[in-house]
């Protein structure tokens, strides 16, 4: 008897979905790479003119940019290295957690 949802996945399915995980989380470092290098920009031109800080924010846009495109660069490295060594000859028991790694469901709840 298995506990809980589990599904069983051919290893190359499990494969093709942890690289399209790692190309989605490549765009997304991306477009965070993007932002931050525009944020960082405009940051630096406003102490360049010796405009007041933006101290009525909780928090630094541009940290905050650079944190999403680090988390996102090392989601994409880990998927790619995942999928580089999964047997391909093999079926995988996945429960919810698995499927929400590979981007199959969005919550467990």
């Not at 525009?38 to 650079?66: F, G, I």
């Not at 957690?97 to 590979?102: C, G, M, P, Q």
Request: aromatic share 6%; hydrophobic share 35%.
């Amino acid at each position: 008897m298995i506990e809980g949802l589990h599904l069983t996945v051919p290893g190359t399915e499990v494969q093709r979905l942890l690289l399209e995980r790692s190309a989605y989380h490549e765009q997304r470092a991306a477009d965070y790479r993007k932002t931050y290098e525009t944020l960082a920009a405009t940051m630096q031109d406003l102490e360049e003119q010796d405009m007041p800080k933006l101290s009525s924010l909780n928090s630094d846009p541009v940290k905050q940019a650079e944190s999403g495109m680090k988390r996102h660069t090392a989601k994409a490295k880990e998927n790619a290295f995942m999928a580089r060594f999964v047997d391909t000859s093999e079926r995988f028991l996945l429960g919810i957690n698995d499927l929400e790694r590979l981007g199959v469901v969005e919550s467990r709840y």
